[in-house]
């Protein structure tokens, strides 16, 4: 189908860059500031044309002289005040171009004035949808007309005439008349004109929605999102992809207040996940909750849990110092694996304390999210990476919607948001295993273990001990392969607390991080030879080696481990390795034809299995 020939050519007229303004219509329901923008336009002989309780606002409280529109166009407001302003006077005065002859000759001829600003805003559709009181009729009856019309029409003669749709636009008006002797610049114009646009689109947008949504799905028309965009990003995942921004959905905020610093793409993505992570783990076992994440998956993840006397030694904590549950569960939840938790953006559940951040000051970490922070603490953050540490700040009980969307490749996709919420109870009612007992303690760890995985790349498993993921194994497309990652960090975390591990004789001045990284190769052992000669020189002496008999007999002690999937277990071999690292607890949804052979190998072991019936998938 040819639709070149029903394409308008341009209307030519007379440009200007700067338009004197002689006529305004005013017609706003939100009146904030509105008497003292009139004053100030009337200070400048500007004739006022205006509607209903506007123009009574303005004489009453303004002391103005105000020209009623119904006045203007010698048409009465009408059919419950659903007419006002839609009338060739109004629309015409509003489009007519300025220094086209055929215009200017037709406008003198219906006695047509030009209007050259309209201020206004729309009746408050989505606040109608959202109150307590709305009913279908209210809503369809809180439908701005006449509001989009005069709208559209300013914002498309923009060459000419400037539209205002928000109070915070006023005092950039009145500035600029006062620069302009009372004129309005072309930049002005079309910065307003866009922003009106985006209103249009934005508003059309929100019934658009309403009414989509009083349909059954396969009778929706059409899905319309709107964003609004809100700050500039130095790129997206890579330095190639530019630009890059974070836009909220319009007519709500982003989730996070940013105090400090200046996230990126992935650390927002890295925020998002921690701290719906941290939130639900606050909510399922009352304690602080604490996560490190790495790339859209957590390094570790912990609740304040106290520590035992080797903790304090493997996580060089001073011997009997005393820690808040906020700093407790960031310490648990950095020491899970602390090489991957390397450059790490934190969530903390609670507000944090200065505890807290002095205990982060002194990790390599990007950022955190918190509900809250203290004075001394958000000082102590500022300070971090040279002032660039990034601080945000949760909007409590913030509402992320029932549905989410994703673009991919062309394509968008929806689904409901995954809003399930895990609670104890979830671990404890369908135990299929002939032992059924479960403590407190491994409820915690499978609440703990199951609510991490919920926000973990995956095929994905996690392993917990004392309120603290000890194992997070991600992304792998078999789920034995899960079970061998994770596992291999259990390994490493369980041998942190070795003694000759912590007997580890480093020189003074060696990093935090160097002795961490240090003490994984001392446990995993398989230097080349280069590598050996430079880990040397990190001691006063040579360490002994750590045998692999060493290491066996010290794993052979581990027991009491919980470990959860986010899917089931499709065959025993994910048990049968699991038994070699100490697990007593396990947690899958369960739904595989092999459960059977899988419940059999965890009775062989003695382990206590739960099925919770929710499988947890998280791309």
């Excluded at 040819?2 to 002689?22: C, H, R, W």
């Excluded at 000759?105 to 109150?131: A, C, H, R, W």
């Amino acid at each position: 189908m040819n639709t070149a020939k029903n394409i308008l050519n341009a209307v030519e007229g007379e440009q200007s860059d700067v338009v004197p303004i002689t006529r305004a219509l005013i017609s706003v329901s939100d009146k904030t500031g509105i008497v003292d923008l009139c004053k100030f336009l009337a200070s400048k002989n500007i004739e006022l044309l205006s509607t209903g309780g506007t123009a009574k606002k303005l004489r009453e409280e303004g002391g103005l002289v105000v020209k009623d529109v119904s006045e203007y166009t010698g048409a009465p407001e009408c059919l419950d005040g659903r007419v006002k302003t839609l009338h060739p006077k109004v629309h015409g005065g509003l489009l007519g171009v300025r220094g086209n002859a055929t215009h200017e000759s037709q406008m003198k001829e219906l006695g047509i004035e030009k209007i050259d600003l309209t201020i206004l805003n729309l009746y408050p559709f989505e606040e109608t949808v959202k109150s307590k009181d709305s009913t279908f009729e209210k809503c369809v009856e809180n439908i701005d007309i006449g509001g989009p019309s005069m709208m559209r029409s300013t914002a498309k003669n923009h060459a000419f005439t400037t539209i205002v749709t928000s109070p915070d636009q006023y005092g950039e008006l009145i500035k600029e008349m006062t620069q302009n002797n009372g004129a309005t610049s072309l930049s002005l114009r079309k910065r307003f004109a866009a922003k009106a646009f985006a209103l249009s689109a934005s508003y059309d947008s929100a019934i658009a929605t309403y009414f989509a949504n009083q349909l059954e799905e396969e009778d929706k028309p059409l899905v319309v999102r709107a964003y609004q965009p809100e700050f500039t990003l130095k790129y997206g995942c890579n330095p190639h992809q530019k630009p890059a921004q974070i836009l909220s959905r319009n007519g709500t905020k982003l989730p996070f207040d940013v105090l400090n610093g200046k996230p990126g793409y992935i650390n927002l993505l890295d925020a998002a996940n921690a701290w719906q992570l941290v939130s639900e783990l606050r909510e399922a076992t009352g304690l602080a909750a604490a996560a490190s994440f790495k790339h859209v998956s957590p390094a570790g993840a912990a609740v304040a849990v106290p520590l035992t006397d080797v903790e304090y030694k493997a996580y060089e904590v001073k011997a009997g110092e005393t820690l808040t549950p906020s700093a407790l569960a960031y310490l648990r939840a950095r020491n899970a694996d602390p090489m991957c938790s390397f450059g790490d953006f934190c969530a903390v559940s609670d507000k944090v304390d200065e505890a807290t951040a002095r205990y982060l000051k002194k990790e390599v970490s990007d950022g955190i999210v918190a509900p809250d922070y203290t004075d001394e603490a958000l000082k102590i953050l500022k300070s971090k990476k040279g002032g660039k540490f990034i601080v945000l700040k949760a909007i409590p009980n913030y509402d992320a919607g029932d549905v989410e969307y994703r673009e991919v490749y062309g394509m968008t996709f929806s689904q409901k948001r995954n809003s399930i919420k895990l609670t104890q109870e979830n671990f404890s009612e369908n135990v299929v295993t002939s032992k059924k007992e479960l403590s407190e303690g491994a409820i915690r760890d499978m609440t703990l273990a199951s609510i991490c995985l919920k926000y973990t790349q995956s095929n994905s498993v996690g392993f917990a001990k004392n309120g603290m993921m000890v194992g997070v194994g991600a992304g792998q497309q078999s789920r034995v392969d899960c079970v061998k990652l994770a596992g291999r960090k259990v390994c490493t975390w369980y041998l942190r607390q070795h003694p000759k591990v912590l007997a580890l004789p480093f020189k003074d001045g060696v990093k935090r991080q160097d002795r961490v990284n240090a003490r994984v190769r001392y446990i995993e052992g398989d230097f080349t030879v280069e590598e050996k000669t430079r880990w040397e020189i990190l001691f006063t002496e040579v360490p002994p080696v750590l045998t692999e008999e060493e290491k066996a007999e010290f794993l052979s002690h581990s027991e009491g481990i919980s470990i959860s999937s986010d899917a089931f277990f499709p065959f025993r071999d994910s048990i049968d390795h699991a038994s070699k690292l100490g697990v007593s607890y396990i947690a899958q949804p369960g739904g595989s034809v092999q459960d059977p052979n899988v419940t059999e190998a965890c009775d062989e072991y003695g382990m206590t299995m739960s099925f919770t019936g929710i499988r947890l998938f998280h791309h």
